[in-house]
């Protein structure tokens, strides 16, 4: 009797000497040997770690929670704490993440690295709260390339006429028109049966991606055009940063830093192996595409992209050395 009198009153004085914890679910498109899944991970790590277990993660890989556009709109309601998302859907919700969305806006993975980490990335993520959302960082999906069941692509005229599946990016549709592609916007969980089915012909994704997706299942066809750079963000709300001590903030926001170093590792390392990987796996791959051909192509549609977002604004991206 007297044992339980004693646990009741330390309980009651929260004396529990076992700290309370909170778990947080993360959700991303890929699974969880994929680069967000890779990133993802370093941040969870890092956060139990660093709040001395008080915070811990639940990951959602695979889309299991749904498309990105969902689970940005989950983070936004509190029903997902965080997501580890590319830009694709994003710019929906923070119209000043769609500048960087610009195909062929960025040199290289250096060029793209300097913007995200500089200035002008880290601006952006400022514009997050006053859309109910945190950005901790930026991580990275990588640049995308076409896939395809018809040909090879080696110039925009070989790309046209084909239906290729897009995200729901209104900066990269209006640039795959300019290709003559037919743009079908699609959430990424609907992609592997729409190529299987043929409901489209193709797709465009960075090799990490098409490597995770298994997307060498149903397209025979890679052709590396590199033709846009797809940043990815780390993003939660004020509602779980506000719960946070400062200390707590300093440990997630670092964790956020973790996690864009882990994935842009697994970014390189599937940049460096994987067209290896997807020859080896059955898909016939156009190593050397007319790069100046589709730039020449996009030249009507920069001029809307220069009145969309300021000449200016991309010039000070593209001069970032
Ligand atoms: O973020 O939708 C897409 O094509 C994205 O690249 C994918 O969800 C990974």
């Not at 969305?101 to 040199?107: A, V």
Request: proline fraction near 4%; glycine fraction near 8%; aromatic fraction near 8%.
């Amino acid at each position: 009797m007297k044992h339980s009198l004693i646990a009741l009153s330390l309980l009651a004085a929260g004396i529990t000497g076992v700290q309370a914890q909170t778990v947080l679910k993360i959700g991303y498109a890929t699974t969880q040997a994929s680069h967000y899944g890779v990133g993802s991970t370093a941040f969870c790590d890092e956060i139990e770690k660093g709040t001395q277990g008080r915070y811990k993660c639940q990951q959602f890989p695979s889309s299991a929670l749904g498309g990105e556009r969902e689970m940005i709109e989950a983070v936004q309601l509190g029903t997902l704490d965080l997501v580890n998302t590319s830009t694709g859907p994003v710019g929906n919700f923070v119209p000043e993440v769609k500048i960087v969305d610009i195909p062929f806006l960025f040199r290289d993975y250096d060029h793209a690295r300097k913007v995200m980490d500089g200035p002008i990335g880290q601006d952006i993520l400022t514009k997050f709260p006053a859309k109910g959302l945190v950005a901790l960082s930026w991580t990275e999906n990588g640049f995308r390339h076409m896939t395809n069941s018809k040909h090879a692509i080696v110039k925009p005229e070989d790309a046209s006429g084909l239906k290729m599946r897009t995200m729901e990016n209104k900066v990269h549709m209006d640039g795959y028109r300019a290709f003559g592609i037919q743009p079908t916007p699609m959430a990424f969980p609907e992609v592997f049966g729409a190529l299987q089915q043929g409901t489209v012909d193709g797709q465009e994704n960075p090799i990490p991606v098409i490597l995770a997706s298994k997307f060498s299942q149903v397209q025979k066809h890679l052709s590396l055009t590199g033709h846009v750079y797809s940043p990815a963000l780390l993003i939660t709300s004020p509602r779980l940063m506000n719960k946070l001590s400062d200390a707590d903030k300093k440990v997630f926001y670092a964790a956020a830093k973790s996690a864009t170093v882990a994935q842009r590792k697994k970014v390189n390392e599937d940049e460096n192996n994987g067209i290896a990987q997807l020859e080896k796996d059955g898909m016939t791959v156009v190593r050397k595409v007319d790069g100046q051909a589709f730039r020449n192509a996009l030249r009507d549609v920069y001029v809307s992209y220069s009145k969309e977002f300021g000449a200016d604004n991309i010039r000070k991206i593209q001069d970032v050395k």
